[in-house]
């Protein structure tokens, strides 16, 4: 009964996690099934705080900090439980769901390579893109197929390619801020000193691809998680639009965003076509 009492507690820090820091996740994980979410919470609350670590703790020991990070999440899987809040989250779901150890490392060394990684070759960038996101894909996958292997195996190409559209979206969204506060250029043979029109398009076009391999797969996910998935899909989609619609320049400038109110929207439009089974 109290152990039970700290895992409510501790998926209750996850569940604040992902929605202080993002909007668009939390109403896609609204959107799926309650079974489903705290264990989606989890996994975002792991990653995001990965990510943080690399990305925004500048005034302390980063390879430090995310060194502890990693030996408390094996050490928690190994024990059954971690008196970090959000690691004890994780592992509780890593083990009901099978999420394998493969996707937690991969995950894992991503998050290592922005400690020193600033320019990417094609070769590079592919296992960043892979660790940093198809892998959390994965993740997910695993909690809304439910231990239902052969759906897992069926799914997994898109979900791979999801993850990796909502990473390079994010990319272009926050190239302003990687590439003049934190010196990183993600994208390979791109030069962000004078990002050109062709080099913003030929990004567009490989992210065109894997949004649209991936909605292939969205519309045969189970339907405790598909409209879940497809929200959040059409969200990262309008912001991908969005920033098709801007110049370069501008793009090196700003960070782009969706409204509040066109959120809304876009939340009311994707359930009209998910009722009628329009994707």
């Not at 925004?56 to 995310?66: D, I, M, V, W």
């Not at 292939?216 to 309008?238: E, M, N, Q, T």
Request: with cysteine; aromatic share 14%; net charge positive.
């Amino acid at each position: 009964m109290m152990k039970q009492l700290f895992d409510n507690v501790c998926v209750k820090c996850s569940k604040i996690t992902t929605t202080s820091y993002s909007t668009s996740f939390s109403i896609g994980i609204y959107c799926v099934n309650k079974e489903l979410r705290n264990a989606i919470y989890a996994i975002y609350g792991f990653v995001r705080f990965a990510d943080e670590i690399v990305d925004t703790f500048h005034n302390y020991n980063k390879r430090e900090l995310l060194n502890e990070f990693k030996n408390d999440t094996w050490k928690g899987i190994e024990r059954g439980i971690s008196l970090n809040p959000i690691i004890n989250s994780f592992q509780n779901y890593v083990k009901q769901y099978g999420i394998e150890a493969e996707l937690i490392t991969c995950f894992l060394d991503s998050m290592e390579a922005d400690l020193t990684q600033q320019q990417y070759t094609l070769d590079t960038y592919k296992t960043y893109i892979l660790g940093s996101a198809e892998v959390v894909g994965l993740m997910c996958l695993r909690v809304f197929t439910n231990n239902d292997d052969a759906l897992y195996n069926f799914l997994k190409p898109t979900a791979m390619k999801l993850g990796a559209a909502f990473q390079k979206v994010n990319f272009l969204r926050d190239i302003k801020n990687d590439f003049e506060e934190l010196g990183r250029v993600y994208f390979p043979n791109v030069n962000f000193n004078n990002f050109a029109e062709i080099e913003k398009d030929e990004i567009e076009r490989d992210i065109e691809q894997d949004f649209r391999e991936a909605l292939s797969g969205i519309k045969k996910l189970p339907d405790s998680s598909r409209f879940g998935v497809y929200v959040a899909y059409i969200y990262y989609y309008a912001l991908f639009k969005k920033i098709k619609r801007i110049p370069a320049k501008r793009v090196m400038q700003e960070r782009i965003r969706i409204p509040g109110l066109q959120k809304i929207s876009l939340l009311i439009v994707s359930y009209c076509k998910h009722r009628l089974g329009i994707y």
